[in-house]
């Protein structure tokens, strides 16, 4: 039986490494629209 402190640093482990997948998926969508939004940008331009 795992000690409380290996349990606890397995339960953080797991909830940082979920929290940086989930700001890493926001941060590729919100770069997706940004890059959509200048080539929308650079179109209407041309």
């Known amino acids: 039986m795992p000690n409380l402190a ?23 969508a919100w770069l997706g629209r940004e890059n959509e939004s200048e080539i929308g940008q650079q179109s209407e331009v041309a």
């Open 6 to 28: 290996e349990s606890l640093a397995r339960d953080i482990d797991t909830t940082l490494r979920t929290g940086l997948e989930t700001m890493l998926c926001a941060a590729g």
